[in-house]
Nanobody, 121 residues
Framework: QVQLMESGGGLVQPGGSLRLSCAASGSVRSINAMGWYRQAPGKKRELVATIPSGGSADYTDSVKGRFTISRDNAKNTVYLQMNSLKPEDTAVYYC???????????????WGQGTQVTVSS
């Protein structure tokens, strides 16, 4: 089995920073794309940032210049550095990864449990 373990969420004041981490564990053979989604109350889940294996990162317009997605392939971990946080960034943030397990040649999408990010003064 494969698990995505998220950490780094919390309460921060506007203008502050947080770094989210998501590590894939279990029967992981390889990981293709990784990304972060978020869902605010009353809104649909939206893609925040993605980083394909060996590809260029992409961001939704509202976070460009403020958020940075990165990955450490040796650790099967993806990060989201969030700077200059705004109240509208408040949401549950979900890690996502396309993972090939040790026992399969096929890849599957896995989701983290979500971590709450609250930006408020």
């Amino acid at each position: 089995q494969v698990q995505l373990m998220e950490s780094g969420g919390g309460l921060v004041q506007p203008g502050g920073s947080l770094r989210l981490s998501c590590a894939a564990s279990g029967s992981v053979r390889s990981i293709n794309a990784m990304g972060w989604y978020r869902q605010a109350p009353g809104k649909k889940r939206e893609l925040v940032a993605t980083i394909p294996s060996g590809g260029s990162a992409d961001y939704t317009d509202s976070v460009k210049g403020r958020f940075t997605i990165s990955r450490d392939n040796a650790k099967n971990t993806v990060y989201l550095q969030m700077n200059s946080l705004k109240p509208e960034d408040t949401a549950v943030y979900y890690c996502n990864a396309d993972v090939t397990s040790s026992y399969s040649k096929n890849s599957y999408r896995y989701w983290g449990q979500g971590t709450q990010v609250t930006v408020s003064s």
